[in-house]
């Protein structure tokens, strides 16, 4: 630590010291050869000047604030500015994004004709490898054609609480009978499929581009 003469007894004292502890005369009001004009400041509170290395003012006693406080008190502010920026910006392009495009199902083709079985007479007939009866074949179903006039679910019970199973595409023709509850069954030759809305079939094909 440096030291210095006081102006007025000629002693020596720090150069930090704000008062001489020998004549008490003010040290580092004037700019000399010890003390650059660069290294006073006015204190906040009485506007006297000091040292900027001092902590307590001289004059009235009042404790200094370091530099540091206010630089650390500036790079949070900037923080703060930028992250409140940042979140905008994000809010914003959020918002101006467009709503990503849906594919349609994946469906489950069924055809559209459903093949024809040939009936069995019965009693009489009999297998010719192991010479048993045949039974009698059950009477076949009797079911008119439908189409889907959008993607239509096939579930497995009458209700829209039921597990889907296949989905038709718009257009697509299926056999079905017993319409009942607003439901149609749909068949697969002579067996039960599933079950699909009767307001999502028509006797007719929908035109492209008509609701």
């Known amino acids: 630590m440096a030291l210095i003469k006081c102006p007025k007894c000629g002693q020596t004292v720090l150069s930090v010291a704000s008062l001489c502890p020998h004549c008490s005369h003010r040290l580092g009001l004037e700019p000399g050869p010890s003390v650059e004009t660069n290294d006073l400041m006015h204190c906040r509170h009485c506007d006297e000047l000091m040292t900027r290395r001092a902590k307590v003012c001289p004059h009235c006693g009042l404790k200094q604030?370091?530099?540091g406080?206010?630089?650390v008190v500036g790079v949070a502010a900037v923080i703060i500015l930028a992250a409140g920026l940042f979140v905008m910006s994000a809010g914003s392009d959020s918002a101006d994004s467009p709503s990503p495009v849906v594919p349609p199902p994946v469906q489950t083709q069924l055809p559209v004709t459903p093949p024809v079985q040939a009936s069995v007479d019965s009693g009489t007939a009999s297998d010719p490898e192991r010479n048993a009866p045949v039974q009698?074949?059950?009477p076949r179903v009797i079911?008119?054609?439908?189409?889907?006039?959008?993607?239509?679910?096939?579930r497995t019970g009458r209700s829209l609480s039921s597990e889907i199973i296949a989905i038709l595409?718009?257009?697509?023709q299926v056999a079905v009978a017993d319409r009942r509850g607003g439901w149609w069954s749909v068949y697969l030759g002579d067996s039960l499929?599933?079950?699909?809305s009767a307001s999502l079939l028509d006797t007719i094909p929908r035109r492209p581009g008509i609701r």
């Open 143 to 154: 079911t008119v054609s439908r189409y889907a006039q959008e993607w239509a679910n096939v």
């Open 69 to 71: 406080a206010f630089v």
């Open 65 to 67: 604030r370091g530099n």
């Open 193 to 196: 499929v599933g079950f699909v």
């Open 136 to 138: 009698p074949s059950v």
């Open 169 to 172: 595409r718009p257009g697509q």
